[in-house]
């Protein structure tokens, strides 16, 4: 059985590396990876950490790119490499423009597609913008559906997927999240983390297109006023994206309390995540990976594909505006009977081990 890895970003190709591990384990399964590089420098940061070379680099990041100009040019590189390859399986994991474009250039060859973390919606396509409707576009191409939790297997069953080709694995990302945890931390975090003292680090991590604008600068409000509190040390990884760079560093370049770093690759991150006494993010993948360690989420958007999370009580939606988010960061930060009940809620994204799951079904599905 051929199977072929497509993915683009570092969140995909952090919940894909996994994956891609576990395939090289199996006899008689013939694993080949292609990365779009839609983001280049984050990816390679995963693509090293997890010791993953790609057999196939489009190399495809070009600076300001449209939407559409990176669908197109997904299209356009992948086809020919689809036709050489001619895999038995394409695996696509989320929901970046990346994903929604090779699904249906697979589906164009009449090659099968698995779709990694199938079945998130918000019901809202233009929260997120674009996600919703590539990983719907992604779904609907899907041979087989990987459904992080019941609540996401529930979803593509509402929408007439048959039963038996929607599989529950937990998400593959605390496969991922389990991996880097055990190594050593970074000299720079653990230095940095040394200097905190009495300090409670909140990390944040917000970037997302809808976000851009006004409700930066409302987070960005939030955050100053979070920081004057004085017993806490603000830590945010900003996004290379000229519309997150220009309000934060305007912003919050010289406040107390707030370090901005640039992005950080993943280990690093993960490092600050399992050492944090609070995180306020937009980021996907976090709401997921946080808590694992016990640490309470407050998602910085109105809405979230994620609802489990909330419904767990693992996560709170706050969305940007910024009274609310002082107001539930105080709580949490003030209240430690209300910051126990969400750090001990369960995780209800897997224990894991996803990526064996998904691949016994791969290979049952092809006996």
Known sequence: ???????????????????????????????RVCVTAQHREMLDQVLSLFKIKPDVDLDLMRPNQSLAQITAAVFTHLDPILAKMKPDWVLVQGDTTTVMAAALSAYYRQIKVGHVEAGLRTHNKWEPFPEEINRRVAGVTADLHFAPTKWSQQNLLKEGVAKEIVHVTGN?????????????????IASLLSTLESKRLVLVTAHR?????????H???ALKSIAARGDVEIVYPVHLNPNVQEPVKRLL????????????EYLPLVHLMKNADL????SGGIQEEAPAFGVPVLVLRDVTERPEGVQAG????VGTDEHKIVNEASYLLN??????AMAQAVNPFGIGDSAKKIVDVLEGATK
């Open 314 to 317: 693992t996560l709170k939606l």
């Open 279 to 282: 995180i306020l993010t937009d």
């Open 335 to 340: 209240d430690s009977v209300a910051h126990a």
């Open 1 to 31: 059985m051929k199977v072929l890895s497509i993915f683009g970003t570092r969140p995909e190709a952090i919940k894909m590396a996994p994956v891609v591990r576990e395939l090289a384990k199996r006899k008689g399964i013939e694993s």
């Open 172 to 188: 593959p990302v605390i496969d991922a999240l389990m991996f880097v945890a055990e190594q050593k931390a970074p000299t720079r």
């Open 253 to 264: 370049g010289n406040v107390p309390n707030i370090t901005l770093l640039p992005p950080l």
């Open 209 to 217: 297109r809808e976000n851009h604008g006004k409700p930066l600068e």
């Open 219 to 221: 987070i960005c409000a």
